[in-house]
């Protein structure tokens, strides 16, 4: 069941639409713009964002551990110069993260539903996309945990997670808008996992320079997860929108 996603219909957004204006328009066409930065306006622009950087406040900051164990295990760190609060930081970045993901699954999953024909077929398949979801789930509250093992508190919005979320804010607009169809919502999720894929690569990496060798091994086999999330949206979107066939898992 391939879905199509681009149809012909009274789209009236183009200049093709008012030959007349748009001819009035030309002109009084610039062939020659100045640059970006040297025109007037852009230039007033950028002046005011440039005060505006130099006087922002940092986005946030990550809180101290509350526990002792914590605090201990942070101190020695810091005095190692290993900043554990940059890990505290990613750590917090990823459970926002997988949060977003997980909720990105669960609107995807509701449009599946309301999309399967008589039959019952669908777009993509549930079982695999609910089995996604539950996994990003179990990265959720293992990143949680990891962080609760530090001392950290995994409720506290560090400035990485605060930034993840305003990032993914599109993504999900994109897969809960009632007009997307499941084909334009696997984009943005193709997306999702694509920045899910880099951020545990990152993540191991740091947690291996801490050498928090129990991370390292539980988040190897999220990264392991992710990476097959990501070979199974790309194969879905690329069937629905270039034809390509579907390779049977292990098979790609
Ligand atoms: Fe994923």
């Known amino acids: ?128 996309l609910l089995e996604h979801r539950d996994q990003e789930a179990e990265h959720f509250a293992l990143l949680a945990n990891s962080i609760e093992r530090l001392g950290g508190d995994c409720t506290a919005q560090t400035p990485c997670a605060d930034l993840a979320g305003v990032e993914a804010t599109g993504l999900l607009q994109a897969v809960t808008d009632p007009r997307t169809t499941v084909v334009q919502s696997l984009h943005a999720l193709l997306i999702a996992e694509l920045a899910d894929n880099s951020g545990w690569e990152i993540l191991l990496a740091l947690a291996a320079s801490h050498k928090h060798d129990t991370m390292v091994r539980e988040f190897g086999l999220a990264a392991e997860q992710e990476r097959a999330h990501l070979q199974q949206v790309r194969a879905w979107f690329e069937h629905h929108t270039l034809g390509a066939p579907i390779a049977e898992p292990g098979k790609a």
């Open 1 to 128: 069941m391939r879905q199509q996603q681009s149809r012909i219909g009274s789209n009236r957004t183009g200049v093709q639409m008012s030959p007349l204006d748009s001819r009035r328009m030309n002109e009084h066409r610039v062939d020659a713009p100045p640059p970006v930065l040297q025109s007037p306006s852009t230039a007033a622009m950028a002046d005011m964002r440039a005060r505006y950087i130099a006087d922002a406040p940092a986005l946030g900051s990550v809180p101290p551990p509350g526990s002792v164990k914590g605090v201990l295990s942070t101190g020695v760190a810091m005095l190692s110069g290993n900043s554990p609060q940059l890990l505290l930081d990613k750590l917090g970045e990823r459970l926002a993260f997988e949060r977003m993901s997980t909720r990105l699954y669960d609107a995807l999953i509701t449009k599946v539903r309301a999309t399967a024909d008589e039959t019952g077929r669908t777009v993509v398949p549930l079982d695999m």
